[in-house]
């Protein structure tokens, strides 16, 4: 019988590896100097492949074989086992030059999708992305297709998901969404939403210091982390003790930075709050990115756009900001949670924000089973986005280049954005039955009965359970979209006095 | 015959996590979260225990022997293998474990140094000091003593340098430079040297953008590198198009952050002149810390504390300090060359600066050839301080606990710092023999001619020859002391009227 502290010994220099890649990554997407950037791609594509070296070891993969037919484990040990099967499965498919090539490949796609989205050229982007396609289209092939092409990127961010589970899911939100959204636009013709004044500047030093208030009341520890600027916000737990997260600043727009920070911070607590005692192991990370997104959207949209967040925060604000208008919690409220449609997903509201991922979703489906060609997604992108938002696409810079993901390889993810609106609608469901209103408590200014209830629920139990099992452990009942159906109407029915 | 492309595969790997190892250590002094740390000494410590195993993998040890009997192999391809070897016959003396728990030691002993110095309290750092002397000692017996104990660290940092060879050095040196000191502050009471005002603050921000123009102005790219601030400033050329220095603040004293800055940007000009055809191997690297420490000597003396240089940049320092005194070049390079006693080596002036570096060589022969015990380690530094130096170090911060060499398990390192000061010096004299008066040209605010000197002659060479051949080719004449002491009296004597 293999030895399991063999065996987790091999799975820690793995996520060793995997660690070291998210903190190069960090560095390059927040202060790596330019000129650096072809030898850090030769790196990150050297790390990739003694990784995958690693994971399909032969040696490895008898191991785990050995440990799957083993009674002697433990419950975190069987899951330890269950995530490498997994991996070993995969990564067995791919041929070791080509996870290297790909590493490679991204590393350098993500630089020029940064000169591109600056320059608002396709152009620029479009040879790197026809090779991301063509690359993804043969990792499709090499782990073999059983039902749709799309369904084997969709499974990589949330296990078990495919176009069958989200065709359903998406549509029947549709069919909510769609007809609020117009009843809100109906409504906003006679009472207008709330601008922000032009004339004011609300400086960088001032949001900072008030963003890095909000996120150290949320619970997030500073002397674990880091908050830092970057083009396109986002949260990397590198390691233990060491949680690193960025946003971005409008001088304009306090919001934008404001609810990039809660939403991070919400990613980040979720690392900060895994289980160090199974570091380095797949019972001590994150589930999946869809449980990850519900723990970012509950702390951006659940606590954050409320009226009571905004009664708490209010003397901060006005402290930071005082050329700002005397602004009551329920303008600032108002403001923040303003429906309109935009270009900018990350900015959505959250009724026209699900929109945002299903036309990424229909048109990453259109790219991989029906072969769209990448020339032709700047006019695709436009056409649907004219007909679904009523609004025409400036540039694409406010189009198919704003978002990093193709960049870095990532099709299949965006669907996972909105299975976390879901879970997190469903999480403030339960957890309102157990620890009362959640809005009296935060009113409150004490946050944390709502950490301390992620904490054991979710944030520990690291990759013990599936996704969907945790969701349920946690809830009682299986991930369902009616909760979060049910906030979103009432809560908009009562910022834009609906019938 | 083994393959040169195999080998130097290889090569590149092992260089490939030398580089991770220098980014992780720029990232520990620089922005780590404190909580960070312990996560962050496991990552080194795995990542030197592999870098160990693949320098000594036998396999890799036949390519080396097979390669030294080629008749194949060009210049380049000579010094890789040279320098492979004497790495790979360092390397297998010690054992795995023993890598991995030092460089495990190392890195909690910085951690513990930098919490020690910022108290002031050698106990807190003394367990792990002495953990370090004790596998330093490991050490020195693994590779086995030939000659005395301590001179198997020497050879560690300079490639050949013996106590037999430093002991004449330093006491020419001090033979000619005690009786200058003695004459210069002799001098010094009847005419004081000029004092920095205590009312005037130098803001930080000022301070950067003037060492920002500065660094500019010597040549150092700041798209393939960065600034930042640390404790301790130092250097890091990660890889290509990635050189990385920080600097520290005194709003008491902008010469303390402009002088760390011309130090740092001359070791970090060297990183940014090396040949990028051969990165990743040693012929792509420095070749010693003598050398290196000639560059940044070379920019912040020789450069930096003329008046031809204070004439270039006054413009550029009255408009960051309008409030600053109406200093004239002459008056404020006299502040930068004040010759005083002080007790922290970086701020010492030219005159005093290689006493400080005995004081350290002579304690490390007492701790490695005379078992002088660590807890003893304050009392005999403040003793030796008061009779060389004639002042009382009044805490360990400003005494035995003020460098991070110690902390790093760098036993051996200090003495470079003194043969960097003599090749500087020796650079100057043939340079200015090809190039013209060097003064002169710094006047003209375009110094790229000794850039352009040093890059073909010193930095394009990389590891292809050894240190002591490097400044023979480079100068006409091996190694001497001699440009320096002319060079030092020669100033001195200027600056203090000294007959």
């Given at each position: 019988m293999a030895s399991y502290q063999l065996f987790i010994e091999k799975v820690k220099e793995i996520h060793k590896i995997g660690a070291i890649q998210g903190h190069l990554g960090w560095d390059q997407e927040t202060i790596m100097p330019p000129k650096g950037a072809q030898a850090r791609s030769e790196i990150l594509s050297w790390l990739a492949k003694e990784q995958h070296a690693r994971v399909t070891a032969p040696d490895f993969g008898e191991m785990i074989t050995q440990l799957e037919n083993s009674n002697?484990?433990?419950?975190?040990?069987?899951?330890?086992?269950?995530?490498?099967?997994?991996?070993?499965?995969?990564?067995?498919?791919?041929?070791?030059?080509?996870?290297?090539?790909?590493?490679?490949?991204?590393?350098?796609?993500?630089?020029?999708?940064?000169?591109?989205?600056?320059?608002?050229?396709?152009?620029?982007?479009?040879?790197?992305?026809?090779?991301?396609?063509?690359?993804?289209?043969?990792?499709?092939?090499?782990?073999?297709?059983?039902?749709?092409?799309?369904?084997?990127?969709?499974?990589?961010?949330?296990?078990?998901?495919?176009?069958?589970?989200?065709?359903?899911?998406?549509?029947?939100?549709?069919?909510?969404?769609?007809?609020?959204?117009?009843?809100?636009?109906?409504?906003?013709?006679?009472?207008?939403?709330?601008?922000?004044?032009?004339?004011?500047?609300?400086?960088?030093?001032?949001?900072?210091?008030?963003?890095?208030?909000?996120?150290?009341?949320?619970?997030?520890?500073?002397?674990?982390?880091?908050?830092d600027a970057s083009t396109h916000p986002f949260s990397a737990g590198l390691w233990p003790g060491d949680t690193r997260f960025t946003t971005r600043f409008d001088e304009q727009d306090p919001f934008s930075c404001l609810y990039a920070v809660m939403h991070e911070t919400g990613h980040a607590l979720y690392e900060q709050g895994l289980d160090a005692n199974h570091s380095f192991t797949p019972r001590g990370d994150a589930v999946s990115l869809g449980v990850h997104e519900s723990q970012s959207r509950f702390w951006e949209n659940q606590i954050g756009r409320t009226p009571a967040f905004w009664k708490v925060v209010l003397p901060w604000f006005k402290q930071q900001f005082p050329d700002a208008p005397e602004w009551t919690p329920d303008e600032l409220n108002k403001i923040a949670n303003c429906v309109e449609p935009g270009f900018i997903r990350v900015e959505a509201d959250e009724v026209t924000y699900n929109l945002h991922i299903m036309l990424r979703y229909e048109l990453e489906k259109k790219i991989f089973n029906e072969k769209l060609s990448v020339k032709d997604i700047p006019n695709t992108w436009n056409q649907m986005f004219s007909e679904w938002f009523g609004i025409e696409?400036?540039?694409?810079?406010?189009?198919?280049?704003?978002?990093?993901?193709?960049?870095?390889?990532?099709?299949?993810?965006?669907?996972?954005?909105?299975?976390?609106?879901?879970?997190?609608?469903?999480?403030?469901?339960?957890?309102?039955?157990?620890?009362?209103?959640?809005?009296?408590?935060?009113?409150?200014?004490?946050?944390?009965?709502?950490?301390?209830?992620?904490?054991?629920?979710?944030?520990?139990?690291?990759?013990?359970?599936?996704?969907?099992?945790?969701?349920?452990?946690?809830?009682?009942?299986?991930?369902?979209?009616?909760?979060?159906?049910?906030?979103?109407?009432?809560?908009?029915?009562?910022?834009?006095?609906?019938?």
């Open positions: 002697d484990l433990d419950e975190n040990q069987v899951a330890n086992v269950r995530e490498l099967r997994r991996r070993y499965d995969k990564a067995v498919k791919l041929p070791s030059e080509f996870v290297a090539q790909y590493a490679l490949t991204r590393s350098q796609a993500l630089v020029a999708w940064q000169e591109a989205r600056t320059a608002s050229d396709f152009t620029m982007f479009q040879p790197h992305l026809e090779k991301l396609v063509e690359m993804t289209n043969q990792k499709i092939d090499y782990y073999g297709v059983e039902t749709t092409r799309y369904d084997v990127l969709l499974d990589e961010y949330e296990f078990g998901m495919k176009v069958s589970d989200y065709d359903p899911l998406f549509a029947g939100l549709k069919s909510r969404l769609v007809p609020l959204l117009q009843n809100i636009m109906e409504a906003k013709k006679t009472n207008p939403d709330p601008k922000l004044p032009t004339e004011i500047s609300f400086p960088v030093k001032a949001q900072t210091e008030f963003c890095k208030l909000v996120s150290n009341a949320m619970g997030f520890d500073f002397e674990a982390g880091r908050m696409v400036p540039e694409d810079r406010m189009g198919c280049l704003q978002d990093i993901h193709w960049s870095m390889g990532a099709f299949g993810y965006f669907p996972t954005y909105t299975l976390g609106n879901l879970y997190a609608a469903q999480l403030l469901e339960a957890m309102s039955q157990e620890i009362g209103d959640v809005d009296e408590i935060i009113e409150t200014g004490d946050w944390s009965p709502m950490l301390d209830w992620l904490r054991p629920k979710i944030h520990l139990q690291g990759s013990k359970l599936t996704p969907s099992e945790l969701i349920e452990q946690a809830t009682g009942v299986p991930p369902t979209p009616q909760p979060f159906i049910d906030y979103v109407e009432s809560k908009y029915s009562k910022l834009y006095n609906l019938s």
